[in-house]
């Protein structure tokens, strides 16, 4: 039997979140259907002290349910994943924060912040949506080229949500001209996922596509995510 493949999950568990429940089963159906073991485990973020913490596994995912305990802990874990390079799938919070990590140590904006833990912040390059999306599911439209376009196998798809807190349309354009890209937007236009070019697999999500999952679907960007932490992807 191959190696089971380790996921660090990034994030503060708590069974009563939705997507925290989902992602197990996500991940044991991306196993099942790729034929390849996988070894998910819980990092609390308030562990992430350093990168080398994490240097054992062999994709990370920062997962829902922020705020998170530890900010510093989330980013230093998606700067790890981002720099290694390690696969890398961000949801919902994980979106987020891959959008505050970015910004801070890619784009070299110091001063970028996120609404929800720092309100009166200079750079909110995280800030409240118009409307919340909060337990709603809304079309999502993928740009053709994208990585999750490929996983879905189609450009258009309907995902659920549970947040308050999204790209700031002021910093939408610096954030994303490249080679952190925008790929998904929702029928308004807003961005709704983020890839980072030339790296093995970096997408962020704003939607929870994990829920699937307790529908018994295999969630597309799961197994690609999955897939692209096996030996032979990452050969």
Not at 18 to 41: D, F, K, M, N, Y
Not at 86 to 98: D, I, N, S, V
Not at 128 to 157: D, M, N, W
């Amino acid at each position: 039997m191959p190696r089971p493949i380790r996921i660090a999950l990034i994030g503060d568990y708590d069974p009563s979140v939705t997507a925290h429940q989902a992602i197990p089963i996500a991940l044991a159906l991306a196993s099942e259907t790729l034929g390849h073991p996988v070894r998910p485990r819980w990092v609390p973020t308030e562990q992430v002290c350093r990168s080398q913490a994490l240097a054992d596994f062999d994709a990370v995912w920062c997962v829902p349910a922020s705020p998170y305990r530890s900010i510093v802990g989330a980013l230093t874990a998606i700067r790890f994943a981002r720099e290694a390079p390690r696969p890398f799938l961000g949801t919902c919070g994980g979106f987020q924060h891959a959008l505050l990590e970015y910004a801070r140590t890619v784009l070299g904006w110091t001063d970028a912040e996120h609404a929800e833990t720092a309100p009166a912040g200079a750079r909110l390059v995280v800030g409240p949506l118009a409307c919340a999306l909060v337990e709603v599911t809304h079309t999502i439209h993928f740009t053709p080229t994208s990585r999750a376009a490929q996983a879905y196998g189609k450009l258009e798809a309907i995902e659920g949500y549970h947040c308050r807190f999204g790209l700031n349309p002021a910093f939408a354009r610096e954030l994303t001209a490249g080679p952190l890209r925008a790929v998904a937007h929702d029928d308004t236009g807003e961005v709704r996922a983020v890839e980072l070019d030339g790296h093995p697999f970096f997408v962020a999500t704003l939607f929870q596509p994990e829920r699937a999952a307790l529908r018994g679907e295999l969630p597309p960007l799961v197994r690609a995510f999955v897939q692209a932490a096996t030996p032979a992807a990452l050969a």
